[in-house]
């Protein structure tokens, strides 16, 4: 008979019948004469399955089991009331003392992240994190959006020289990628509207709960587009992923405790706050920051936001807000300056809502070979090391825009998650690059 999954056999119509079902032992309950079994299948699906102790007597947590037995009804059996009564039971490997229990420090399941993964809880935010992929996808597909992958060992900088990671690459010095959008720009030219989704790399020295070191970057890149074009597809796209995945894991997101009601609003149009009006808002606040050294001083035009800036603004939003036209000082060398609002940029951040904080950047890039070219100058970058990408301003430049979505962040605000870490299944951040 063919081998089933634990959400297959929990179906009235199975009960009575023979099933065979292969998996691993979640937990186990030892009794004189029964043991119950909480068998794990490979999608993190669940069925308990009663033996004869004397059968399931050298079980060990973990252990991989087939089980072949007749499905029943038992309101007593857990997740479900199904259960199988085991006939037959077949052992593949009887594990080692396992050293994850019921209640373990964050850390020790960082530490042994290639077994949390058997944890419910990794295993629904996987889920949701594949829907998330998915559906993004989707949408650019089903839009006429075409797929393409950038190299990720580069030799310059898209988002600045701190948080590069410098790797020795041959002979000679090259960079992890902090961004496919160079590349993404070379590639409008012919192949049109072009999206991605490859790992960035930051070696971001803070240690926050939304920043990892490496992730994975959802970009896109069109010609002839305005910055409320970008906004327009960012703001589609956020929407059709939230809406399918909360309606495809709505299991796994009660599991992780999220109410969705909130993400049920997420729909076109966003908010668009201006900049100024941001910093007016969080002045009346009486909004602070502080300085490199310490002191603290009252918000103003010109600044920065901050993670604490931005849930001020967004604390009580259901859908997210985008946040438009910063400073061009404090955004990197490609952002086109507002012809009409000199010194502004062409530019927003799409700030989730309740807090999560910035999950997409994008805009209008900078088309102008001799603006380019002083940004970068003013930005203490060598403009003879960008001499590829200043060719697409040389031939046959056209005005062009994109932005890049941090899929962890996305995940982090769908689940509910305290830490960006939750979101990855292998974490990087300054102090982990194991397992
Ligand atoms: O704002 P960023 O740095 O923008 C860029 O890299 C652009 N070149 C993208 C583009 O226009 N093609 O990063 C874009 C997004 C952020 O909004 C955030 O969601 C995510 O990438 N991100 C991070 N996610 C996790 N950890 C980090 N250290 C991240 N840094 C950025």
Redesign the pocket.
């Known amino acids: 008979a063919a081998i089933m999954r634990a959400s297959e056999v929990k179906n009235a119509s199975f009960i009575g019948k023979e099933v065979t079902i292969r998996g691993w032992v979640h937990r186990l309950r030892k009794q004189k004469e029964n043991s119950f079994i909480l068998l794990r299948d490979d999608r993190g699906g669940v069925i308990q399955c009663v033996l004869p102790t004397d059968k399931a007597a050298g079980l060990t947590i973990e252990s991989s089991v087939q089980v072949t037995g007749i499905v029943s009804q038992d309101p007593r059996a857990p997740e479900g009331g199904f259960e199988i009564k085991g006939k037959e039971l077949k052992i593949f490997n009887i594990a080692a003392e396992y050293p994850i229990g019921e209640y373990q420090s964050d850390e020790l399941l960082l530490d042994k992240r290639h077994l949390a993964l058997r944890t419910r809880k990794m295993i629904a935010m996987a889920k949701v994190r594949a829907s998330v992929l998915h559906y993004g996808r989707r949408w650019f597909v089903e839009n006429g959006w075409m797929e393409v992958t950038a190299p990720t060992i580069v030799k310059g900088a898209?988002?600045g020289g701190s948080t590069l990671f410098k790797l020795r690459y041959f002979d000679q010095d090259a960079y992890l990628s902090?961004?496919a959008?160079l590349y993404l720009e070379a590639m409008i030219f012919s192949l049109g509207p072009v999206w991605s989704l490859t790992p960035s790399f930051?070696a971001?020295k803070s240690r926050t709960v939304?920043?990892?070191a490496e992730?994975s970057?959802l970009?896109a890149e069109a010609p002839w587009v305005t910055l409320e074009d970008i906004l327009k597809v960012e703001e589609q796209l956020v929407s059709y992923v939230i809406q399918n995945t909360i309606k495809e894991r709505a299991e796994e997101l009660e599991f992780l405790k999220r109410d969705v009601s909130g993400l049920k609003k997420v729909e076109p149009p966003f908010e668009r706050v201006p900049y100024g009006r941001a910093i007016e808002i969080l002045r009346s606040k009486g909004f602070q920051v502080t300085e490199d050294d310490g002191t603290k001083r009252e918000i103003q035009f010109g600044d920065d936001l901050s993670i604490d800036s931005e849930r001020e603004l967004t604390k009580d939003a259901d859908k997210p807000v985008f946040v438009v036209g910063y400073p061009i000082a404090v955004k990197p060398f490609y952002v086109k300056e507002d012809p009409e609002h000199p010194g502004i940029g062409l530019t927003a951040?799409m700030l989730a809502p309740r807090g999560f904080g910035?999950?997409?950047?994008?805009g209008q890039r900078e088309d102008s070979i001799d603006s380019i070219t002083s940004r970068m100058v003013k930005e203490g970058l060598k403009p003879e090391a960008y001499e590829w990408y200043l060719d697409l301003r040389r031939y046959g430049s056209v005005p062009h825009g994109?932005?890049?979505?941090?899929i962890?962040?996305l995940v982090r605000w769908i689940t509910n998650a305290e830490d960006?870490k939750d979101t990855v299944l292998f974490p990087r951040t300054m102090s982990r690059v194991e397992p």
């Open positions: 898209v988002e902090q961004s959008q930051r971001e939304r920043h990892l992730f970057h970009e951040d910035e999950i997409t950047s994008g994109g932005f890049g979505l941090g962890e962040r960006i």
